[in-house]
Each structure stands twice: as C-alpha cells, then as structure tokens.
C-alpha cells in the first residue's frame, strides 16, 4: 500500500536524522487548524520563523502577520527547495482533504492525503527535518469498540481514514528506516470559530453555532443521537505544541497517532446546550450520507497513552466549549 508516488530510497546512508531547530513550515496553513496553529506558532517562535503555505495565490492572502508561500505539497522538489532556502527545522503537515470531501473524490483523496504525506517525509529526510502530521479518529471502523482504545485492529470504511491509517504506517517506517522523528494525534472533531471547518463529517459541530447565531436555526445532517469524539480547538493547538515540545525518549510507539482525552456529546446534547444560551433557537435533524460515516467511528477514544507519556488533559468540555464559541462568534460578527 506505501510508496504510491514517490520511489523511497532504500539507501540507508541517505537517510539523515539530524539536528532540529530552524524555521518552521506549515503546509495547508489556511484551513480550519493551520489558522490557528500558526497564530500559535508565531506568538511562541516569532513571526518571520513561521512560514505558512496552502495552495492558494499570494496575492489572496493577508501577509501582515507574516510569510507566506504557494505550495502544493504533491510537489516533492518545491518543499525541499523552500526547507533548504529558508532553513527549515520542523514540518507541521496540515494539508489534506477531509472525510466528507474525500468520500466524494476518492482518488484525489489518496493522491493529496498519502501522496503529500510522502512529499513532506522524503523532504524532512533530505533535509534533516521533525514533523508533525496529524492523524484522525476516523482510523476507527465500525469493529472497532465503541469506547476505542490506542490499540486495536484499524479497519476503516472511508477512503479518508485508509488515507490515515496509511499516514501513521507511513511515519513509522521513515522513523525506523530513516531515524525521522514524525509525531501525530489522532483528532476527533474539532470545534472552532476563527476559520471554517474543511468539509469534514464532524463540521455539523462548528456549522451548528453560526446557524444558531445568524439564522436561529439549524437542520443537522447527523441523527440526534449520533455521539462522536471532539476537542475545542484551543485545546487541540495546545495537545500539539506540548506533544511537539516533548523529549523523544518519553515517547513510545504510538506517537504517530495518539489518541488523546477529549469529550463525546450526541448532535441533540449539543443543539441543546447551544439553545440554553441562545434565545428561540430551533434545531432539527435530517441526515445525510454523512451519518454513514459517523456511524463507523467511535463514540469516545481512550487517551491513557498520551496522559502517561506526555501528561495531555483538556480543559474544555461541553459547557465551556460552548460559551468560548458563542462568545468568539459574536466578537467576530
Ligand atoms: P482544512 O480542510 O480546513 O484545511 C486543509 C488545507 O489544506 C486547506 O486550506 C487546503 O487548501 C489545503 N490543501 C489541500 N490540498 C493541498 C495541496 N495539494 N497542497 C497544499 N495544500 C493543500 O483541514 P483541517 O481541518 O485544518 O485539517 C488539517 C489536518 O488535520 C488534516 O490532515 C485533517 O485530516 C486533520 N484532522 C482534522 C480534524 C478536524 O476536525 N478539523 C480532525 C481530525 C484530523
Ligand atoms: C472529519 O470529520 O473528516 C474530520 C475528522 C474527524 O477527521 N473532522
């Protein structure tokens, strides 16, 4: 299943695992995560350490709060040429379709989500680099238990979660192979105000609060009962950074895909939580193909792995997820 599109050397003296530091890059900087995630970067590295990269145009993007560059992570030589030019010590690979997008174009799924994947680890090995390439909940198919554990066989049903399930292998092998260090979590949904979400099964989620605030109302494409794993998104950057900040030696062999704590609410848990704090706001639930997806992941993931080895505990659940929302969305509007 590994080394689709580009041809891994197997020349072992090629592969170098030196030191870190340098600049950082960040592929698909403009979507739900990487806005946020490099706003966080920048306070903690300074801004011009920080360059933000997505496909589109510069002359689209708002360059004030730093660099920026065009890049199409299926472009191998363009990210090594940028990580050697700029001196670039740590890839935060954020670029990929999400699960419902990729379900509706399966192919482009394969060929953005693995094939970048490869793009970016054959970069870090020439270029001596650290990444950071996130993996997802939707790992999980419907054998897995409900409540899933860090290990357990992975059996997914959409293309996504093969395409992430073919992530962490992936990482594992340029780390044995090649002595890379590629460390990565297992998102559940994640729920956020400042961008909007990237066409994911989760996003009824995030969808639910604008609607609530712009429209008063809002037709959920997932059952009422359809309960899945979610993460505020302040907690999600902070899981990051601290994972990425870690010492190697405390990490084990799940650190391509940690499972990480995080809190579980049905769509009508959460439709109603909103509608405690917004006056007359109605909801109604009419799902779609999407509910096929949902109901293959599971309802809660355990995140034991991650506490022990690297302390990780949130500090939102559902009440306070809802007021910071509510209260960003209407500084926003
Ligand atoms: P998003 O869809 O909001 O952003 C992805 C970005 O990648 C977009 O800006 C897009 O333009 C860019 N992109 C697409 N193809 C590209 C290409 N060929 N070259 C360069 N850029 C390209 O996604 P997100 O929510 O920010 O997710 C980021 C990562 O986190 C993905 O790997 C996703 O699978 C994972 N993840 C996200 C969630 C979530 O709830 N947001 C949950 C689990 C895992
Ligand atoms: C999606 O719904 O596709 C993402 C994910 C859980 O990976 N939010």
Redesign the pocket.
């Known amino acids: 299943m590994v080394h689709l599109y580009v041809q891994v050397s197997s020349d072992e003296a090629q592969c170098m695992s030196g030191p870190t530091g340098g600049k950082i890059l960040v592929?698909?900087a403009?979507?739900?995560?990487?806005t946020e995630l490099v706003e966080a970067l920048r306070k903690q590295h300074g801004s011009s350490s920080v360059i933000a990269s997505?496909?589109r145009p510069v002359e689209q993007v708002d360059l004030s709060q730093g660099p920026y560059l065009t890049?199409?992570?299926?472009d191998t030589e363009a990210i090594i040429d940028v990580c050697k030019k700029e001196g670039v010590g740590t890839v935060y690979h954020?670029?990929?379709?999400?699960s419902a997008t990729g379900e509706k174009n399966p192919e482009l799924c394969r060929k953005?989500n693995v094939g970048?994947t490869i793009s970016v680890f054959e970069a870090a090995r020439v270029c001596s680099m650290r990444v950071f390439t996130?993996s997802?909940i939707a790992v999980y198919g419907p054998d897995a238990p409900k409540h899933a554990p860090q290990i357990t066989p992975l059996n997914p049903t959409t293309v996504y979660g093969e395409t992430k399930v073919e992530g962490e292998q992936l990482a594992k092998e340029y780390e044995e192979k090649c002595g890379l260090d590629i460390r990565g979590i297992r998102?559940p949904?994640?729920i956020s105000h400042k961008a909007p979400?990237?066409?994911?099964t989760?996003d009824y989620a995030v969808e639910i609060f604008d609607a609530a605030l712009k429209d008063g109302h809002y037709d959920c494409f997932v059952r009422a009962d359809t309960r899945l794993p979610m993460l505020y998104m302040d907690d999600a950057i902070r899981a990051t950074l601290m994972l990425m900040d870690e010492s190697s030696e405390h990490l084990g062999e799940s650190k391509a895909g940690y499972n990480i704590d995080c809190f579980s609410f049905t769509a009508e848990e959460l439709a109603i939580a909103i509608a405690n704090e917004v006056d007359g706001f109605t909801f109604d639930f009419k799902p779609d193909v999407r509910q096929n997806y949902a109901d293959s992941w599971p309802d809660s993931i355990d995140g034991s792995v991650a506490k022990e080895e690297w302390n990780w505990i949130p500090q939102f659940d559902l009440d306070a997820m809802v007021k910071a929302m509510l209260d960003g969305l209407s500084k926003n509007q």
């Open positions: 592929t698909g403009l979507g739900q995560i990487g997505d496909l890049l199409d992570v299926l954020l670029a990929a379709l999400l953005v970048g996130p997802s998102y949904g994640l979400a990237g066409g994911g989760t």
